[in-house]
């Protein structure tokens, strides 16, 4: 896995906190059933989009723990992160988003001292998708592409044998920034089985070439398949 930068650790720090709050100010009261995505009719237009780096919910809730996303309302059981999961799965976005000409990306560290003042403030006390709307707004963005990981165990092993396989998690959630709407959500959820686990799986046993993939394969491979449901032209 690959080294963490200094500036990606002062952003990734930053949205800890970040992820902290929100789970304080949810914590109180049971919150209202959370919007589901828009289903859009067609192609979304966005110029300007800003990526925030994926937050490590495991960091958040511990290990083994059943967590509802707030934003989209999908269940994930959060377990072991790898170190610089963040990071991989952060850089595969913006490999997959790069060959968009007519989309801007805002750069991650502008919405640094963004976020830093608005957690400084009563803003807080906001639902996740607005606070995340309010960053997207004061950075002139159309919209928010939001990661949160919840596993991303690696595998004990090899390709020709693993004790225990890679498994990861992790969704994406497009919250619009004019109204704060999740407009789109992409996740992934998956421990890789044997064929014999099952049977059902053989085209992907098959591709994978009847070996064990490390946890960055798996990940690479499941967001691969949410773009390609991604709305933005």
Known sequence: MRRQKPR????????????????IACSAKAPPPPPQPEAPGG???????LVIPFQNMTGVYGENTT?????????FTTGKVEKGAEEMLGDHVASLLKHRKDLEFIPENQAEGVLSTILSGETVKLPERELMAKVGFSLDADAVLAGKVYRFSERDGTGFSAKSPASVAFELDLIRVSDGRVIWNGHFDETQKSLFENL??????????????????????????????????
């Open 43 to 49: 192609p979304i237009h966005i110029k300007k989009l």
């Open 67 to 75: 967590v509802q996303c707030r934003l989209c309302g999908n269940v």
């Open 8 to 23: 990606f650790k002062r952003i990734i720090g930053i949205f800890g906190i970040f992820s902290i709050f929100v789970l």
């Open 200 to 233: 059902f799986q053989w085209n992907t046993f098959w591709q994978r070439k009847g070996m064990w993939i490390t946890a960055e394969q798996l990940a690479t491979e499941g967001l691969n398949r949410i773009f390609e449901t991604f709305p933005v032209q």
